[in-house]
């Protein structure tokens, strides 16, 4: 069973930098985009970035300029560089995978503070 595993997030001052991590354990087959989400308290999940099997990107216009989305393929991991961060980032971050079948990963906290 596929599972996705995020990692990298923590609590930062505004203008850090944090890179989040999602690693796919097992192998995901036919995959039509990798992406990230987040959710901040009261709010609906909002998607981030997309990277799909052409390696198009596309980004929210909240995190145009500061974040970047990247995957390596061989180690089946998708990352997503946030730098720049503001404290309207801060949300639980998900990553999400599109394939035959659509998997999530259980989230990691982003906190920035002022």
């Known amino acids: 069973q596929v599972q996705l595993v995020e990692s990298g997030g923590g609590l930062v001052q505004a203008g850090g930098s944090l890179r989040l991590s999602c690693a796919a354990s097992?192998?995901?087959?036919?995959?039509?985009?990798m992406n990230w989400y987040r959710q901040a308290p009261g709010k609906p999940r909002e998607l981030v970035a997309v990277?799909?099997?052409?390696?198009?990107?596309g980004y929210a216009d909240s995190v145009k300029g500061r974040f970047t989305i990247s995957r390596d393929i061989a180690e089946n991991t998708v990352y997503l560089q946030m730098n720049s961060l503001k404290p309207d980032d801060t949300a639980v971050y998900y990553c999400?995978?599109?394939?035959?079948?659509?998997?999530w990963g259980r989230g990691t906290q982003v906190t920035v503070s002022s």
């Open positions: 999400n995978i599109v394939a035959r079948n659509t998997y």
């Open positions: 097992g192998l995901i087959d036919s995959i039509n985009t």
């Open positions: 990277l799909d099997n052409s390696g198009a990107i």
